[in-house]
């Protein structure tokens, strides 16, 4: 398992996160507009999807999280990717240790600087 996620990927869940009214805590949740908007692992998790399997596959992977509100959908979501369960748990905290105030602007810059 790798917990280096590639640039690609943090870019793309940064757009992700930028496109969202707001960012969740873990895992997801639906805004008044009836977007679905993900926690900062689910982001990645859909971006990787998107990039490696199929924006088909990222569509649903956001759906189920919704409807399930499981992150062990996110944890299996990351060892399809390569990518390690320790990799997801730690994106999780970052994103629920963050206020909401300030949550979207930092876990996009943190995106970016990883």
């Not at 088909?56 to 956001?62: G, L, S, V, Y």
């Not at 979501?77 to 206020?99: E, K, Y």
Request: net charge neutral; aromatic share 4%; glycine share 2%.
């Amino acid at each position: 398992m790798m917990n280096t996620i590639p640039q690609t990927v943090n870019e793309l869940a940064a757009q992700i996160l930028a496109s969202q009214s707001n960012v969740p805590m873990s895992p997801a949740e639906r805004d008044e507009s009836g977007n679905i908007n993900l926690c900062l692992a689910a982001a990645v998790a859909k971006a990787g999807l998107e990039l490696h399997i199929s924006e088909a596959r990222a569509r649903e992977f956001a759906e189920e999280l919704e409807k399930t509100r499981s992150k062990e959908i996110i944890e299996r979501a990351f060892v399809q990717l390569g990518w390690s369960v320790d990799a997801c748990r730690t994106r999780i905290a970052l994103n629920d240790r963050t206020h909401r105030a300030v949550r979207k602007r930092r876990l996009i810059s943190y995106l970016l600087e990883h």
